[in-house]
C-alpha cells in the first residue's frame, strides 16, 4: 500500500529555517517525481517544488525559489523540503505527493510563520 | 506564467451533471489532471492525463481537453460529491507546475 507521511511542521518567525520530510512506504521514490504542494489557510493548492525521477534534477516555484530545497534520501525512501528565510506568507499545510499526475498525497503537515 | 482559470462555485441538483471547466492558453495541448478535496483532508486524484479514471474512482467522474478549455463532467452527482476541485498541469515550456484556484462544487 503506497503511503507518504510528512513530518516536521510547527510555529516559527520570519526568517527562522525548517526541515520538512515526508517518508514514504509502498514504493521507491527514486521511481517517481516527488512534489510538494502548499495550501495556505482558506487558499487553493499551490506547487512548491518538483525532483525528478531519473536524474534528480530540481523545479521551483518563482516564489520559493532560492530558500526552499527540495531532496531525497533513497536510502530512507524520504524526501525532504528545507525551508530559509520564511515568511508569513509561507504559511500553509504542506503535501508531498507522489508521480506526475500527483496520484498519491499525504496528509499534510501545518507551518504557521509568525512574529 | 501559465495560468488555469475555474469558475469559483458550480451548483447543481442531486442526479443532474455538474460540469468544472478549467481555462488556460492552448491546455488542449497538456496533460490535465483533477482532484477532489473535501474540508480538512488531502486532495484526491480523480481524472489523469485528461480523461483516465484511478482505480476506486467511480465512472462517473470524466475527463475532457481541447483547445483552450479542458472539463470535469460528473454525472449523477450525489451528495458526497461536493467539494473543492482543482485542475492541473505540468506546463512543460516553463517547467512548472501550475494549478487552478479551485471550484466549490454544491450539491443543491
Known amino acids: 500500500e503506497v503511503q507518504l507521511l510528512e513530518s516536521g511542521g510547527g510555529k516559527l518567525q520570519p526568517g527562522e529555517s525548517l526541515r520538512l520530510s515526508c517518508a514514504a512506504s509502498?514504493?521507491?521514490?527514486?521511481?517517481?517525481?516527488m512534489s510538494w504542494v502548499r495550501q495556505a489557510p482558506g487558499k487553493g493548492l499551490e506547487w512548491v517544488s518538483t525532483?525528478?525521477?531519473?536524474?534528480?534534477?530540481?523545479d521551483y516555484a518563482d516564489s520559493v525559489k532560492g530558500r526552499f530545497t527540495i531532496s531525497r534520501d533513497i536510502s530512507k525512501n524520504t524526501l525532504y523540503l528545507q525551508m530559509n528565510s520564511l515568511r508569513a506568507d509561507d504559511t500553509a499545510v504542506y503535501y508531498c505527493?507522489?508521480?506526475?499526475?500527483?496520484?498519491?498525497w499525504g496528509q499534510g503537515t501545518l507551518v504557521t510563520v509568525s512574529s | 506564467s501559465y495560468v488555469l482559470t475555474q469558475p469559483p462555485s458550480v451548483s447543481v441538483a442531486p442526479g443532474q451533471s455538474a460540469r468544472i471547466t478549467c481555462g488556460g492558453n492552448?491546455?488542449?495541448?497538456?496533460?490535465v489532471h483533477w482532484y477532489q478535496q473535501k474540508p480538512g483532508q488531502a486532495p484526491v486524484l480523480v481524472v489523469y492525463?485528461?480523461?483516465d479514471r484511478p482505480s476506486g474512482i467511480p465512472e462517473r467522474f470524466s475527463g475532457s481537453n481541447s483547445g483552450n478549455t479542458a472539463t470535469l463532467t460528473i454525472s449523477r452527482v450525489e451528495a458526497g460529491d461536493e467539494a473543492d476541485y482543482y485542475c492541473?498541469?505540468?506546463?512543460?515550456?516553463?517547467?512548472?507546475?501550475?494549478f487552478g484556484g479551485g471550484t466549490k462544487l454544491t450539491v443543491l
Open positions: 509502498g514504493f521507491t521514490i527514486s521511481n517517481y517525481a
Open positions: 492552448n491546455i488542449g495541448s497538456e496533460s
Open positions: 492541473h498541469v505540468w506546463h512543460i515550456s516553463s517547467d512548472h507546475r501550475v
Open positions: 492525463d485528461d480523461s
Open positions: 505527493a507522489r508521480d506526475v499526475s500527483l496520484d498519491y
Open positions: 525532483i525528478r525521477r531519473s536524474d534528480g534534477a530540481t
